[in-house]
């Protein structure tokens, strides 16, 4: 079959750089605050300006592949805090909208309270293929993957938000708008369209893809596919050489087998091989999710905006040659996650199951 390849093109990301932020403007103030640390006593950043309560709802549903569905009331944890730069996208550009401090409930937290009963278990036991929807009061939604919430080095990124404050830069002194409704927020999101007012209700889902597993094939895969990016799938038996190549050191270690290695592994980041056939949108940061799966049946749900839009450097890497143990051609490395179960080997696919709209 003759080969094709994808072709670079710079990600629209770098509109950031480019784009003049939205004048910072002053919205109606939720009614509670909070007084802080208005006279700048402490080294905290992010402290200095009042704490304003969001109104919503202070309890979520949960169903979907659960032992039952449940209702959990917000109260009953321990908050939480993040800090985040917002931004929105609209007529082709992004554009900064404010800088805040955000308290609440860690989604680890929440989901912490359910047990999980996978419909396709009996296939496919591992939880990596696993996301969940959140749904907005006014029935918008955005899709997480199990692994961002549960594999992350840095945990405790996704929170409903009930309380915000104005992150105030000391010069200019710009007060961005104040959100009035609690808030879905997801801090390793660059573009933060996830990012959707009320949240009330979760559902836990598993790919609805179909592969083999065969845990005794010879680990070897001489091309891989991507499909569901386009109408022809693309079939690589190596990575172009217009791409940058990128190197990770890491620390490999699974949620089994504990350490493999101190390992350095050498490859691309996998967003600049997708980024000419599936540019950022709104609606692919908010519902766009793949499925990388291995000649052996192995499989991980990664949604769009953990590939294409981090805030925090941590990419996927895609290797095109012997991988770290003897098991490619290609596979792919996470640099965000802790674990290395999301680390598929032999990849014979990447398949993008959701959120492909124009």
């Not at 949240?199 to 893809?209: A, E, K, Q």
Request: net charge neutral; with cysteine.
């Amino acid at each position: 079959m003759k080969t094709q390849y994808l072709l670079l093109v710079p990600a629209c990301f770098l509109a950031l750089v480019a784009c003049e932020p939205n004048r910072p403007a002053k919205g109606r103030p939720p009614a509670q605050a909070f007084a802080v640390d208005s006279t700048d006593q402490t080294n905290d950043f992010y402290d200095n300006e009042p704490l304003f309560s969001l109104s919503g709802s202070h309890t979520i549903t949960i169903s979907g592949e659960v032992d039952q569905p449940i209702e959990i009331s917000l109260t009953d944890f321990v908050p939480r805090s993040i800090i985040v730069k917002e931004t929105s996208i609209g007529d082709g550009e992004i554009r900064f909208t404010g800088a805040y401090r955000y308290d609440g409930i860690s989604l680890y937290d929440i989901l912490d309270r359910v047990k999980v009963v996978k419909k396709n278990e009996a296939l496919f036991e591992p939880i990596v293929d696993q996301y969940v929807v959140v749904y907005g009061a006014a029935g918008d939604s955005a899709v997480i993957s199990w692994g961002e919430l549960y594999y992350p080095v840095q945990r405790h990124q996704m929170l409903i938000a009930n309380r915000v404050m104005r992150i105030v830069p000391s010069k200019s002194k710009d007060q961005w708008p104040l959100p009035e409704k609690t808030r879905l927020i997801i801090g390793s999101d660059l573009v933060t369209e996830r990012n959707i007012s009320e949240p009330v209700r979760i559902v836990v889902r598993s790919l609805n893809t179909v592969f083999t597993v065969d845990r005794n094939i010879k680990m070897w895969a001489p091309e891989m596919r991507v499909t569901g990016v386009s109408g022809t799938p693309y079939i690589l038996n190596a990575i172009p050489e217009n791409i940058h190549r990128e190197t990770f050191n890491q620390v490999f270690y699974g949620r089994g087998r504990g350490i493999h290695g101190i390992t350095l592994f050498k490859g691309i980041y996998l967003k600049d091989l997708l980024a000419s056939q599936v540019p950022v949108t709104s609606e692919r940061i908010r519902s766009g999710l793949f499925v990388i799966a291995g000649v052996d049946g192995y499989r991980c749900a990664v949604t769009y905006s953990e590939l294409m839009n981090r805030n925090d450097n941590a990419e996927v890497l895609l290797i095109d040659e012997n991988n770290y143990e003897n098991a490619g051609k290609f596979s792919c490395l996470f640099g965000a996650d802790f674990f290395s179960d999301r680390a598929i080997k032999s990849i014979t696919e990447i398949r993008m199951v959701q959120g492909n709209v124009k």
